[in-house]
């Protein structure tokens, strides 16, 4: 899986620090009922709530993986109309895009 760089450097500086959060993210992802992929999908939503491309990218390759079709992750997009405004929307839906034609092409 894609890690950028900076991510990469930094987990070989403070690996220390990088397998404790590693260890929270499983434990948050183990505390309840909710499978993975609809795990993936909240998190696409947070990360688009953020306004994080690199979380946004992320989290689309991941739900993919996950099993999450790719009208799924874009309703995902779209349901942030609402709730985060159409400038954030549409940057998170261009990205998402670009990712599921990434994936397409491979």
Avoid at 9 to 20: G, L, M, P, S
Avoid at 50 to 72: D, I, M
Wanted: aromatic share 6%; proline share 4%.
């Amino acid at each position: 899986m894609y890690l950028p760089e900076i991510y990469d450097k930094f987990r070989q500086q403070y690996a220390d620090i990088t397998e404790k959060y590693q260890q929270l993210g499983l434990a948050c992802r183990a505390a309840g009922p909710l499978d993975q992929k609809v795990q993936d999908l909240v998190k696409l939503g947070i990360a688009i709530g953020a306004n994080s491309q690199g979380a946004v990218r992320s989290h689309t390759r991941k739900a993919l993986a996950a099993g999450a079709t790719p009208e799924e992750i874009i309703q995902s997009v779209l349901l942030a109309l609402t709730t985060t405004g159409f400038p954030n929307m549409i940057a998170a839906l261009g990205w998402v895009r670009e990712v599921l034609e990434k994936e397409q092409a491979e």
